[in-house]
């Protein structure tokens, strides 16, 4: 029997842009993840956010779902555009009211909301003064946070600044694959490093207004990055992801230093660092949000980048082709408390797309992804057997949702979207886990 403690956080998260569609209606900014998509060539099926989820008209419809599945926490991503259509300046009052209203429907429900600010829908207008690559865009952030904090601080208790800022890094401003859809690596740094800035002067801000009992903190993806091999060469290419993955932003915040291995390897693209600034981004947080999804195992190869490449395991793969691993989630939680203290966690992520089909009975069967649950479930238990002050649980994701450059192709959620009706049938994950949060277990 596996037990986790009554105080558990349990819920889902989900992101703005995933979910709300009418990402311009009632005065709101278009972001860079509506322009991006509207750019022939960029997501499968030419799919875009415009209508998503619908979760914008329907968010109480979906308040009653989590309510009936038992939740007592919901992870969301506020819009920026809703709220600041410029990206700085004038308010749209409409924007921040529907966060006000989602967030008292929240509580009313006994269902405690935990905001992330920036899950990458930057407002369009900031990616034309530059974007994250600006040095200036510390500032709009924070700008933001603190229109955020006023509206909402009285109420919500748990903030996060950012959503995998590597993610942005990668595939936003190095392949190109997400949006802005920048190819530059020299941007792409400039980019991480106004992130952790804005992410530090957020924090500091949060200090200076919030309630004593709110906390903020960080959300990065992590993930073991284990050699192909005992070979020195494949050791290397694996400490190198290891260090680009799991160190280049957890480092700065924890211990005030870049990784050495990633300034030596970026040499002339090293983040811009001015006096001060690790000072800065150094300051102390309250928890640590980990998203934890699959292991990558990785072999030397000097015609790929970063010299190596990902070498597939023989297990069972999701349909974004990311090996089932959970062992890796015990690991990776064991590391941030060897490696970091005893910062208290959260799974701010984690979980699987398969490929659901709704059966002649109308209901969907998903089988692997409850039992990826239930894998997971089990090593965080383990780990927190062995002191790992994990503090909460939030699958990815409450519904089938936009995955990005995926469009909808990929189905995450523990609840059914049918994308021509909009209908929500909740899988049969999404019932078993109603069970564990009400058992405190399985
Ligand atoms: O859908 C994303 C989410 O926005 C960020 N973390 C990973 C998820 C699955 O790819």
């Given at each position: 029997?596996i037990?986790f403690?009554d105080s558990?956080l349990?819920?889902a998260?989900t992101?703005?842009y995933?979910?709300?569609g009418?990402?311009?209606a009632d005065?709101?900014g278009?972001?860079?993840?509506?322009r991006?998509a509207h750019t022939?060539?960029?997501?499968?099926?030419a799919?875009?956010g415009?209508?998503?989820?619908d979760?914008?008209?329907?968010?109480?419809d979906?308040v009653?779902?989590m309510?009936s599945?038992g939740f007592?926490?919901?992870?969301f991503?506020?819009?920026?555009?809703r709220v600041?259509?410029?990206?700085?300046?004038?308010?749209n009052?409409?924007?921040?009211d529907f966060y006000r209203?989602?967030v008292?429907a929240?509580?009313?429900n006994g269902?405690?909301?935990m905001i992330t600010?920036?899950?990458?829908?930057l407002?369009?207008?900031?990616q034309?003064?530059?974007?994250?690559?600006n040095?200036e865009?510390?500032?709009w952030?924070?700008e933001y946070?603190e229109v955020?904090f006023?509206?909402?601080?009285?109420r919500v208790?748990w903030?996060?600044?950012?959503?995998?800022?590597w993610?942005?890094m990668?595939?936003?401003?190095?392949?190109?694959e997400?949006?802005p859809g920048i190819?530059d690596?020299?941007a792409?740094s400039?980019?991480g490093?106004?992130?952790?800035?804005?992410?530090?002067q957020?924090v500091q801000?949060?200090?200076?207004?919030?309630p004593?009992?709110?906390?903020?903190g960080?959300?990065?993806?992590?993930?073991?990055q284990?050699?192909?091999?005992?070979n020195p060469m494949d050791?290397?290419?694996?400490e190198?992801?290891?260090?680009?993955i799991?160190?280049?932003f957890l480092?700065?915040v924890f211990?005030g230093?870049y990784?050495?291995?990633?300034?030596?390897f970026l040499?002339?693209?090293a983040p811009p660092?001015?006096a001060?600034?690790?000072?800065?981004?150094?300051q102390?947080?309250?928890?640590?949000?980990?998203?934890?999804y699959t292991?990558?195992?990785?072999a030397?190869?000097?015609d790929?980048?970063?010299?190596?490449r990902?070498?597939?395991?023989?297990a069972?793969h999701?349909?974004m082709g990311?090996?089932?691993?959970?062992?890796?989630?015990y690991?990776?939680?064991?590391?941030v408390q060897?490696?970091?203290?005893?910062i208290p966690?959260y799974?701010t992520e984690?979980?699987?797309?398969?490929?659901?089909q709704?059966?002649?009975q109308?209901?969907?069967?998903?089988?692997?992804?409850?039992?990826?649950?239930?894998?997971?479930?089990?090593?965080a238990?383990?780990?927190?057997?062995e002191?790992?002050?994990?503090?909460?649980?939030f699958a990815?994701?409450?519904?089938d949702?936009f995955e990005?450059a995926?469009?909808?192709?990929?189905?995450f959620?523990?609840?059914?979207v049918?994308?021509?009706?909009l209908?929500?049938?909740?899988?049969?994950s999404?019932h078993?886990?109603?069970?564990?949060i009400q058992?405190?277990?399985?």
């Open positions: 029997m037990r403690p558990f349990w819920g998260a992101a703005s995933q979910i709300e009418s990402p311009t005065g709101a278009a972001s860079v993840w509506h991006f022939p060539g960029t997501i499968q099926r799919e875009t415009d209508t998503a989820c979760h914008y008209r329907r968010w109480r979906d009653a779902m309510k599945l007592n926490a919901y992870r991503s506020t819009a920026w555009g600041l259509p410029e990206g700085t300046g004038t308010i009052e409409k924007g921040v209203q989602l008292d929240l509580l009313e269902i405690e909301p600010l920036f899950h990458w829908d407002p369009a207008a900031l034309d003064r530059g974007g994250w690559a040095r865009s510390a500032d952030f924070t946070a955020m006023r509206a909402l601080g009285d208790k903030w996060v600044t950012h959503n995998e800022p993610v942005v990668m595939l936003g401003h190095i392949t190109g997400h949006a190819r690596i020299g792409a400039r980019a490093h106004h992130l952790l800035l804005g992410h530090a957020a801000a949060f200090r200076a207004h919030q004593a009992h709110a906390q903020i960080l959300v990065t993806n992590l993930g073991p284990q050699p192909a091999s005992d050791q290397m290419a694996a190198l992801w290891h260090n680009f799991n160190r280049l480092d700065p211990k230093s990784p050495q291995i990633m300034l030596d040499g002339e693209f660092v001015q001060g600034d690790l000072e800065r981004i150094q102390p947080i309250d928890f640590l949000g980990v998203n934890y292991r990558n195992v990785v030397y190869d000097p790929s980048s970063l010299n190596s990902s070498v597939l395991q023989e069972q999701t349909e990311w090996e089932v691993y959970p062992e890796g989630l690991q990776i939680l064991k590391w060897a490696t970091y203290g005893d966690l799974i984690n979980g699987a797309a398969f490929a659901d709704v059966n002649e109308g209901e969907i069967e998903d089988r692997d992804r409850l039992e990826y649950l239930k894998s997971h479930f089990s090593v238990y383990r780990a927190m057997q002191g790992v002050p994990l503090k909460g649980y990815w994701s409450l519904m949702n990005w995926f469009g909808y192709s990929k189905r959620g523990m609840v059914h049918d994308f021509a009706t209908k929500r049938t909740v899988k049969a999404g078993w886990y109603s069970q564990v058992n405190h277990g399985f």
